[in-house]
């Protein structure tokens, strides 16, 4: 790669020929100003100066590398001429700073809604609107909370629970805890070091981490800061390119990660109106064949950003192609159903996760404790279950340890934790979440004795009671933590000036 010098990219600053930094990179992007999803505006900005940081919290590692035509990587720059924007502090940025010195001490957060309180405060509002956001009226979202609140405990008494052991095996896989950090992305939209904040927590406290797709941190690198043995799943959105996925999954198999978790429930991202409301473009921003057009998409938010690549035709056909690439244990998230739970189970799949991705994709899909019940009820019939061979996950609205037990109790394998731990990291960085993961271990110990259990094999389902669990229009007990936390969807407001 040749060498740009200073002189060379100051010429390339405008809409008619744009180049930008990134990395220590420069890039033509002249073409590509009208197709950005966040429209052109930002890019410009940044015309023949380094656009890293602004780059770095929304765009995976190799997003540019990846999409862009090699004849549009122009060459490398000596650090020493790079010209940099500076950085306006502005009042929303003092008064965050002024937040972040005054958040409560560690010692003080008590539980996994502190966190998210903490998080809401200090976090960009882009950053929180695209943590926080589900999809349509967001009914899912609450309704993933509600439903534990639906199903209650039949604790047992005079067991001898001096010692109690909430360890388990997930895939193999030895866990401190019977749960896994679920895949969440662009984690460097809530800290500078991202994803790499879960990976020591996880090592340190003997937790499984399921490395995303769209991380801020690349594969490599979070593989790298693991420890010698530490066990990783990887979660895959599949890509359009099928033999960009299959070098992907293959070279993270040989990076040792354990487990395949192929998300099934995204063939388009749902509207999620709190991220969109972050990012309406008014800059004219599209490709010239749509000017004067009044249904141009320049509003879809950061998600939008980061998933063109995904690919809308996978289908149950893809599965046998999957097997043939890899040996790792194949997942399928975002199961819904028992009719496409057998079929997974048919088509030698070695589990499923019982997820509506955190509420943000079909708003009104069920919980996936409530499909929990009728999923294990169909898998019953295709033989003795549990079945050693094929573990059944859940996610979705988790805050205790206590929604993880009724999970357990109710068939699941162990359950994924997403935005808990996310909103940990973005307010307190690794150390919150290993202060998330000591409450949770906290909240087993106290919940096991309580309930009479001693270790995870004795959670059964006789210590719940799940017959309330349809009852969306019923009476469900108030959290009043959660609705502390959650921020309700806001109508379009008029312009400031008229």
């Known amino acids: 790669m040749s060498f740009v010098s200073e002189e060379s990219l100051a010429e390339h600053a405008s809409r008619d020929s744009c180049w930008i930094i990134v990395h220590s990179k420069v890039y033509d992007v002249t073409e590509f100003l009208d197709e950005h999803p966040g429209g052109s505006k ?36 000596d650090p020493n001429t790079i010209v940099k924007v500076v950085k306006e502090v502005t009042e929303e940025d003092k008064r965050r700073q002024a937040l972040m010195d005054a958040r409560p001490p560690l010692d003080e957060i008590l539980n996994l809604h502190d966190f998210e309180a903490v998080a809401r405060a200090v976090l960009p509002a882009k950053a929180w609107a695209y943590y926080s956001s589900a999809s349509d009226d967001e009914i899912t ?34 866990s401190s805890l019977p749960i896994y ?20 927590a996880a090592a340190k406290h003997g ?23 530490q066990p990783l799943f990887l979660q895959l959105y599949v890509n359009r390119d099928r033999e ?11 990076r040792g990660v354990k487990a395949l978790f192929i998300t099934v429930d995204a063939p388009q991202l749902g509207r999620r109106e709190k991220d969109m409301r972050m990012k309406f473009v008014d800059d004219g921003a599209g490709a010239k064949v749509q000017e004067n057009q009044k249904d141009v998409k320049k509003d879809q938010g950061v998600a939008r950003a980061i998933s063109s690549f995904i690919d809308p035709s996978l289908s149950w056909k893809d599965i046998p192609w999957f097997r043939s690439i890899t ?35 079909l708003d009104t899909s069920r919980s996936g404790i409530e499909n929990l019940v009728d ?124």
Not at 54 to 75: C, F, M, S, T, V
Not at 182 to 197: C, F, I, M
Not at 244 to 254: S, W
Not at 331 to 349: M, Q, S
């Open 244 to 254: 960009i996925t299959k070098k992907y999954v293959q070279h993270a198999e040989k």
């Open 42 to 77: 930002i890019i410009l900005k940044y015309a023949g100066k380094d656009a890293t940081e602004a780059y770095e919290p929304i765009h995976p590692p190799n997003a540019i590398q990846d999409n862009l035509p090699i004849e549009k990587h122009i060459g490398a720059i």
């Open 375 to 498: 999923i294990v009820a169909a898998l019953k019939t295709r033989g003795p279950w549990p079945n050693p061979n094929f573990s059944i996950f859940v996610d979705g609205g988790v805050r205790r340890a206590s929604d993880v037990l009724k999970a357990i109790a109710l068939g699941a394998s162990a359950v994924g934790v997403g935005r808990g731990f996310l909103y940990a990291f973005s307010s307190y960085g690794q150390e919150g979440v290993e202060r998330a993961i000591e409450i949770l271990r906290d909240e087993f110990e106290m919940n096991m004795r309580l309930l009479g259990a001693r270790s995870i094999n004795e959670i059964v389902p006789e210590m719940v009671d799940a017959s309330a669990l349809r009852s969306h229009a019923g009476l469900t007990p108030t959290d009043n933590l959660y609705n502390t936390t959650y921020q309700p969807l806001s109508l379009a407001s008029f312009k400031t000036k008229l």
């Open 141 to 174: 979202i609450r309704e993933n909370r509600a439903a534990f609140q639906r199903v209650w405990f039949r604790p047992r008494i005079l067991r001898d629970v001096t010692s109690v052991d909430w360890s388990t095996t997930i895939l193999g896989c030895k």
């Open 181 to 200: 950090i679920s895949a969440t992305a662009l984690g460097k939209l809530g800290h500078p070091d991202g994803e790499l904040n879960l990976t020591r």
């Open 327 to 361: 040996n790792m244990h194949i997942i399928l998230k975002g199961v819904a159903t028992p009719e496409d739970a057998i079929l997974a189970y048919e088509a030698g799949c070695q589990g499923i996760v019982l997820s509506n991705h955190g509420g943000r994709q």
């Open 207 to 229: 937790v499984i981490q399921m490395i995303p797709t769209l991380a801020s941190c690349s594969f490599d690198e979070i593989v790298d800061a693991a420890t010698p043995g």
